[in-house]
């Protein structure tokens, strides 16, 4: 019966499933829930890599009109590396988040397409449509994100240029390159779209009787291709991070290696976070208590891994990024007072707070982005459970047990991916630091090669420990209030 009342919700289609609906209204799926976050994300992402060029740029531009740094070869061939690895980044963190929130989107549409497939739309055409909708994301957030960036980056040189009294620096905020950004974010989406759509495939016209079901724990556990994709590519990426700071000892060029090492890697984590990141979300379950409301949120997380995993990959990168780049300017320092002898030179001790300062903000922009993945996957899972919720309310579970489980969900989530992401920040900017300036020799002592342990800024990391709790609160806000709202009759008729 459910399927025939949600039947009568919908326009009647043509031959392709959804053209009636479209010629009615071409851009009317922008309404959906999701869509708009969607577009946020994308927006944001294209914002930050127009940001990142623009923050190189002037960077760049500021020590070539410097007397005692601008004639430096050296100096330069690593502002030149290190402007390839933040666009490197930037690209990176828009196709996670981008490709896990429309996943979840199109995870979120299984009934309705066997609906369709139900009166005769084919899943060639469902697909085709969902890959349209990507793209038109894309380019909708790709564009208000350059616009936005260019904006932003505008205000900031002008504001860096007033503040820090740079005088004799002539540099053009707006350039064709920005655009390379917004491009890589809009065909990201429509490419994640399609991926997303795989799954367009495999849904019967039978799944219009329920609802929308991701795959469970040990559906992921028997998918030994992906599995042995993600061990492979991990193995890699280690691989090429010693690689990388080995060649480091010898050459700059090093922490080109470790770059890819470090993409490799997390690519491997991030296709295998199925089996990863559930178990540690049940593990993190058993800090909270083994009340009802606590057990329940846990064992979500295992029950359901490909959701769980796609809300925490995405503070595991927001996390990663930020601590990355404070370890890394941390033992830049190290590395460099070990060249030195002891001390390193005092301008250039000014020169790399100041490119910390503004590093470590156009970085905090990661955690942006992962904070609005969040609060979209929440809210977009709980609106997909409407059923589940309301059968828990109809068996007696309170609107504040609700609520709480909601909250330890997001709790487990967030700390978890806490500590994945310290592990790996720390990792990955040792790393870095350690491969690009190793064989660097500094004044007066002009010693190299040189290897340090990872030098950690408790007081960043304090930061970022206290801004994920923040995060738990503000992400689940808006999903906790639409799951109170659940009837249970109305969640149970859906």
């Known amino acids: 019966m459910s399927a025939v009342v949600e039947a009568g919700r919908m326009p009647r289609p043509a ?9 009615t209204a071409p851009l009317g799926w922008l309404r959906e829930r999701g869509m708009g976050a969607s577009i946020l994300v994308a927006a944001i992402s294209s914002a930050f890599g127009a940001i990142l060029l623009s923050a190189t740029g002037f960077i760049a531009a500021v020590l070539r009109a410097d007397p005692f740094i601008g004639d430096s070869g050296t100096l330069a061939a690593v502002l030149a590396i290190m402007s390839f690895l933040l666009i490197g980044v930037a690209v990176y963190v828009a196709s996670i988040v981008t490709a896990n929130t429309f996943a ?3 995870a979120g549409r299984t009934r309705r397409i066997a609906l ?3 009166i005769g739309a084919s899943a060639r055409s469902q697909r085709t449509e969902v890959a349209r909708q990507g793209l038109v994301v894309g380019v909708i957030g790709a564009v208000l994100g350059l616009v936005g960036g260019t904006l932003a980056s505008w205000a900031g ?11 004799g620096v002539d540099y053009a905020v707006v350039q064709p390159v920005l655009v390379l950004p917004a491009l890589v974010v809009a065909l990201i989406t429509w490419a994640a779209a399609w991926a997303g759509s795989r ?7 039978l799944q219009a009787l329920g609802g929308s079901v991701e795959a469970s724990h040990d559906a992921f556990a028997r998918r030994g291709v992906r599995n042995g994709a993600a061990v492979t590519l991990f193995a890699i990426g280690g691989a090429l991070l010693a690689g990388g700071i080995a060649i480091g000892l010898v050459s700059p060029l090093g922490v080109i290696v470790a770059f890819f090492g470090g993409i490799f890697s997390f690519t491997g984590l991030a296709l295998g976070a199925t089996l990863v990141m559930p178990p540690v979300l049940r593990l993190v379950g058993r800090v909270f208590g083994s009340s009802a409301t606590a057990r329940l949120a846990a ?4 029950r359901y891994p490909e959701r769980s995993s796609r809300m925490a990959i995405g503070v595991v990168m927001g996390v990663t990024l930020v601590t990355m780049f404070a370890v890394a300017l941390e033992t830049v320092k190290a590395v ?3 060249s030195a002898g002891g001390e390193a030179p005092a301008e ?3 020169l790399l707070d100041t490119f910390a300062g503004i590093m470590m903000g156009l970085v905090a922009v990661s955690a942006v982005i992962a904070a609005v993945g969040l609060v979209n996957l929440l809210t977009i899972g709980v609106v997909q459970r409407r059923r589940e919720l309301g059968l828990l309310r109809a068996l007696g579970v309170s609107t504040g047990q609700v609520r709480r489980m909601v909250l330890f969900e997001a709790a487990h989530i967030t700390v978890a991916a806490t500590v994945t992401g310290l592990a790996l920040g720390i990792a990955y900017g040792w790393a870095g630091a350690q491969s690009l300036l190793g064989a660097v020799p500094m004044p007066p002592s002009f010693s190299a090669p040189t290897l340090v342990a990872p030098a950690v800024p408790w007081i960043p990391v304090a930061i970022i420990v206290i801004a994920t709790a923040v995060l738990t609160l503000v992400a689940a806000v808006v999903p906790t209030r639409l799951a109170t709202r659940v009837a249970p009759v109305e969640a149970l008729a859906d």
């Open 336 to 338: 460099l007072t070990a």
């Open 348 to 350: 250039l001790t000014t």
């Open 104 to 106: 979840t989107v199109i």
């Open 157 to 167: 040189v002008g504001l860096a240029t007033a503040l820090l009294g740079i005088e």
């Open 15 to 23: 031959a392709s499933g959804t053209a009636a609906r479209s010629a």
């Open 199 to 205: 799954r367009v495939l495999t849904v019967t016209p």
């Open 299 to 302: 064992e979500n997380a295992l």
């Open 116 to 118: 369709l497939r139900l």
